[in-house]
């Protein structure tokens, strides 16, 4: 099992209730191209992302996290006008690398 925490760039708080909705909808929808991923549970404050999931070892926890940040942050910038003002130099969402808690 896997606990994974991450947060956006420069301690944002920009998870507000329809960014949240809308993130998770996405990352469920991350599972049709993994559907051997499993979210044991979804957490999202205003600012960070607790997931907990089991994952198959023929992927690493690197392609995971890279795999679930890279196109959830393409898809908040796309649905959420005011992420493209607040990161305009089109680095993503989210700050690089992700805390694995014990």
Known sequence: MLYELFQPRQER????????????????????????????EIGIDVDHVHLHMII??????????????????????????FLKKVYWDNKGVWCKGSSFPQ
């Open 56 to 81: 198959p070892p023929k992927y690493s926890v690197s392609e995971e996290v890279e795999t679930v940040k890279k196109n959830t942050s393409r898809l908040l910038r796309k649905k959420f006008s």
């Open 13 to 40: 708080t920009i998870l507000t209730t329809g960014v949240k909705s809308y993130l998770k909808i996405k990352l469920q929808e991350v599972k049709k191209y993994y559907p051997d991923w499993e979210y044991v």
